[in-house]
C-alpha cells in the first residue's frame, strides 16, 4: 500500500505552533494554522515538530473493511457493525503511556467538536485491565468508551494490519465503509488535526 507523505521543516513547526495560539483566541476569525498547514501539504501529510505524523490513504489504496468485536471499559459489548455507515476514529492506548496523557485532552477535544450522529469515537487499550482504563478516562476527561484487548486475540488480530498494537499511540480514522482512511502516529499535537481528517473523510460521502 502506499501511503503518502509531506515533511515540514521544524522552524515552519516552530511559526505554526506560535500561530495557533494566537488562532485559538481568534476562532469564528481565521482558520487553524496547524489545520491549515496540513491541507496545505501536497500529498495530504503533516509531520509536526513532536514527531507525530498524519497521512491518509487515497480511496484507491485502502485496505479492505475492518471486522471486530470486543468488550468496552464499561462493560459493553460492540462490533464494526455498530459503526457502519459512520467515520469512526479508534485510538490506542495505554494507562502508563506518557504520550497517551498527553495527547488526551486533544482527542476529547476532537470528539466535542465532531462526535455525533455520522462520527463516533473509540479507544482501543493495548494492556491495562478494564478498571484501570475506566480510571484513566476519569482522570483524563475521556468521555468515550475504550475497547479491552487484554486476553482478547480476536481484536488483536482484527486491528493487526491496519496498526501495530504495541506501537502507542496510534489512531484511525475510519471511513464510512470501514476501511482505514487515515492514521495518525505518535501523540496528536492539535485536535484540529484529527477534526481536519476526519472532516474530509466525511466529505467524500456527502
Known sequence: MTIRRHRKTASVALVLAGALALGGALAGCTADPLAEQYR????????????????????????????????????????????????????????????CIVEAPELEAAYNEVGGADVAFLGLNTSD?????????????????????VGDRELKLAFADATPLNATPVTLVIDREGRVAARVIGAISSSSILTTLVKETLAENG
Open 40 to 99: 496545505a501539504g501536497d500529498n495530504k501529510g503533516f509531520i509536526a515538530q513532536n514527531g507525530m505524523e498524519a497521512v491518509t490513504i487515497p480511496v484507491d489504496q485502502r485496505s479492505a473493511p475492518l471486522n471486530f468485536s470486543g468488550v468496552t471499559d464499561t462493560g459493553e459489548t460492540v462490533t464494526n457493525d455498530d459503526y457502519r455507515g459512520k467515520v469512526l476514529v479508534v485510538n490506542f492506548w495505554y494507562a502508563a503511556c506518557a504520550p
Open 129 to 149: 485491565e478494564a478498571p484501570t482504563a475506566r480510571s484513566f478516562a476519569e482522570d483524563n476527561g475521556i468521555s468515550y468508551p475504550s475497547l479491552i484487548s
